[in-house]
């Protein structure tokens, strides 16, 4: 009985796959995962501005004890301490492998979350400005394959270039026998075809590594996260697999009930934490040669609202993790808390944008020429110039 | 003799021919989708008998209060599980009742715009209790008037607990209302109470569109109209208590006082006729009529629907003050729809259902549906944001997505087995579009079973 390997090899696909733009296999050890955060995340409760004179008089409830207090904040610097629900990602601060931008934002100035997330992910510097996303766009020049770790591809990594996503099973394998008729049958519908190739190429990736047979309740969706996590490092170090990855986890539209130390904030990042903890475990030696972003789609307001949450503001907090990061650093131009300082009276004022942020990445980290990144990944982002300090050299 | 005509209606209107249907209704493909606007005659009885969400939030609550108690004496993981299990015997009631009522409507059409409004106006069941109510919001707030007035639909959706609670409307205070003014002496100059989630999302989502024209100003003046807006004993006790649980309650005592100005009209009504009167407006707004016509264009027509046909039927939304019914005639009566058969990659949701019907089958556990939306990636009631699923090939076009549904193709053929020949199936419920070459290749499929496979993950089944 033929494998999935085989069955690949008897469709050509190994043979060809060399050649299709986006398809080639990753020879670079660079390796990025993109975490999209959606909903929102209190880039305030993320990582605290503890020094700031006015913190604790704006945050009201929702302040988080001084580090060194119980349930405090875990020290960055004199200014900025991580939400006590980030263990992990503070070890790896202290180690130099991690590194957080706060007051960021993307050139996004309203307060939709769509509109949000569109603009993250599509690049551009106005909502349907471009209708395929920016790390799709980086990839033909990036040479690598790229897969989305959900049920489906998030518009981040939608275009032209070919991409693949997996997420766990639970239902048993078609047989070898009805995917080659499948793919017969599939021949002359292109949208089909190209599809179910990927699936098979992602299949002989996870089936060699056995997430295949993941059984039983997936459990709720900070798990689930977890659980991606392990897998996009399993894809990440496949021989053959990708060197890119996306990963989202949703729930941080806190409007009601935020919490400070505890509660259902806290809960989201420890889940999150966790993952990224995963993940690094998974990566082994090729962590060295990572690059994780962690990003949402806007902040949310400084102040309080009436339901002891928060409501969509504007500049967050984004981190850097991985081996490959000049960590150990807090990169802020760091805009104030006082009422005069706020955005539209309200929001924490961007003072970097996003997309420096990604700039930086792809040009340090994923060595993408920087006319690629301005004309084709990023175009209409001449104002945002790539953070050059990102990467450790 | 079936049609062509005959296949779209009852494909991409309905929800997928069962095996007589293409047969009845091949003469009169569009009267009998006009037939169905009244509804179903009956109720199925498992929609009929669910609770109402009074009811059920109530039945939340006292759980939820025992929890509170029971964690003050170290008891509480008992108490979490049964919250648990109260919320999920609810679900999945509620799932079951939907996904049974879907397989067995002799009024698919009707059935299928209870789901798009339902979705339209989405109550995603990842938010608590939201998955105790998500399928009563369908049924008590959508269902009633999706052959209405838009209005109707609206106040109705906007009224209901479900979605005051799913965007945190109930204790939205006005800065100037009573209790906001005594609460702001007593915290200074921070501002207390206003939550825009409501209004932004009316605006953005359930109306205008997000380039409907309209501004922050608007967002904010809006949701200080909509303060008030809640529901009875949104608090075990204290200011929240009052009202009859579970429903709808106008509390003045939080209402903003006084006129306020949205999209550049001056509202001077009190209470809760001036959020009405907010909706009454939009519900006839020029950016609305182009919003919801162009989302059931692309529903019923295509992903990129064309212009003209929404324009069209944008006017006549208009000309009928939002009479839905005049809208849906509109589309029926038009050329565009019937042009091209497939124009449609089913969504999950749309996929299950059809095969479903197609094998006559109403699942006696509806777990295993549950299961397999959520691994194809279209849990029910559960969209995760208040956008909704998406409506286009491109965005349920994911390899992943696609081998998911293969696999549950080959689960459903294996539990077939052999009772069905695939390749009559593909004949009664594909008409006369099923593809010789689709056809031909099940004919030579080695088994029963393989060849229900492939009928199941075929482009032409895929799509409607």
Known sequence: MLNRRDLLKAAGLSAVAGALPGFAYAEVDARFVLVILRGAVDGLALAAP???????????????????????????????????????????????????????????????????????????????????????????????????????????????????????????????????????????????????????????????????????????????????????????????????????????????????????????????????????????????????????????????????????????AAVLLGGAVNGGQIIADWPGLAERDLYAGRDLQPTTDLRSVFKGILEGHLRLPADTIERRVFPDSQGARPLGNLVSA | MTSKKAVIAANRFGLGARPDELREIASRPESWLLEQLAGPSRLPAEIRDLPDSASVLVEVRDVRKGQRAAKKDGVAPDIVEKYGRVVRKHYVEQAAARYRSAAASDTPFHERLVHFWSNHFAVSADKQPLPAIAGLFENEAIRPHVAGRFIDLLLAAERHPAMIVYLDNQRSIGPESALGKRANRRRGDQQFGLNENLAREILELHTLGVDGGYTQQDVTTFARVLTGWSIGGANDKGRFADGEPGRFEFRELIHEPGAQSVLGKKYPQSGVDQGEAVLRDLAVHPSTAQFLCTKLARHFVADDPPAALVDGLANIYLDSNGELSAVYEALIRAEEPWLETYTKYKTPHDFVISTLRAFRHVPEKPKFIVGALDLMGQTPFRPGSPEGWPDTAQQWGGADALYKRIEWSNTVARVVGSRVNPVELGDAVLGTEFDPETSKAIARAESLSQGITLLLASPDFQRR
């Open chain 1, 50 to 316: 503890y020094g700031d004179g006015n913190y604790r008089r704006v945050r009201g409830e929702l302040a988080i004890p001084e580090p060194g207090q119980a349930g405090g904040l875990l020290k960055l610097d004199g200014m900025f301490g991580l939400h006590p629900s980030l263990p992990g990602m503070h070890a790896s601060y202290d180690k130099g492998e991690a590194l957080v931008i706060h007051a960021v934002a993307s050139p996004y100035r309203e307060r939709s979350h769509f509109d949000g997330q569109d603009i993250l992910e599509n690049g551009a510097s106005r909502v349907g400005g471009l209708r395929d996303g920016w790390l799709n766009r980086a990839l033909s020049a990036d040479d690598g394959l790229a897969i989305a770790l959900a049920q489906n591809t998030p518009l981040v990594l939608r275009g032209e270039n070919a991409v693949t996503s997996w997420a766990p099973s639970r239902l048993p394998d078609a047989d070898d026998s009805t995917l080659r008729r499948l793919q017969r049958l599939y021949a002359n519908d292109e949208f089909f075809a190209t599809r179910l190739d990927q699936a098979l190429r992602s299949q002989a990736i996870a089936g060699s590594t056995g997430t295949m047979d993941a059984t039983g309740p997936r459990g709720n969706e900070a798990q689930q996260f977890g659980e991606l996590m392990i897998s996009a490092a399993r894809f990440l170090t496949a021989p053959d697999g990708p060197n890119i990855a996306v990963v989202e986890l949703g729930g941080w539209d806190t409007h009601a009930n935020q919490g400070a130390s505890n509660g259902a904030l806290a809960n989201r990042f420890a889940a999150l934490d966790d993952g990224i903890s995963n993940l690094r475990e998974g990566l082994g030696s090729a962590w060295d040669g990572t690059v994780v972003a962690v990003v949402t789609e806007f902040g949310r307001t400084v102040q309080v609202n009436g339901t002891r949450g928060t409501d969509h503001g504007t500049a967050t």
